[in-house]
């Protein structure tokens, strides 16, 4: 007879657990709206990829060439691959307590290791990371507007 009675119970309690009914209200400022309509509106009318725009894509892969925990050093390190390097994008990150510079958005792991592969003389502490990457620009020029 307690089994039952236990049964009943636990089987009213399953019951009054989704039985939860509710609304949520959005409350927002119309002006996201007309900001969201406009951004459409623009990139449907332009119908191209704007220049010097980072449009993150899918995941790809980096190479880290250099950490350390002064911010002046690696400001240094940045502008010396800068200087070799001028259209390899270059990413600082900071996790406490180090800075990392991490450079390329490459697709392939194996794009990143041949840019590895040429920096190793220069930079000694090489490491591939996948994450996040910008993707490449495209080049939108015609052989006639050349």
């Known amino acids: 007879m307690k089994t039952i009675y236990v049964l009943i119970f636990s089987l ?24 969201i309509a406009k951004r459409i509106e623009v990139y449907k009318s332009s119908g191209e990829v704007k220049p010097n725009k980072a449009i993150v894509s ?8 250099f950490y350390g925990s002064d911010r002046r050093e690696v400001f240094n390190e940045q502008a010396r691959f800068k200087n070799s390097y001028p259209k390899v994008n270059t990413y600082i990150v900071y996790k406490e307590p180090n800075y990392y510079i991490r450079v390329g958005d490459f697709r392939t792991r194996l794009e990143a290791q ?9 930079f000694p502490t090489l490491f591939i990371f996948r994450e996040k990457i910008n993707a490449p620009n495209l080049d939108t020029t015609t052989d006639d507007q050349r």
Do not use: C, H, W
């Not at 309690?13 to 949520?24: D, Y």
């Not at 899918?58 to 060439?65: F, N």
């Open 12 to 35: 009213l309690l399953f019951k009054a657990s989704f039985a939860q009914k509710g609304e949520v209200t959005v409350i927002k400022d119309p002006l996201i709206d007309s900001l």
């Open 114 to 122: 041949r840019l590895m592969n040429e920096l190793r003389p220069n």
């Open 58 to 65: 899918s995941y790809g892969y980096r190479v880290q060439i």
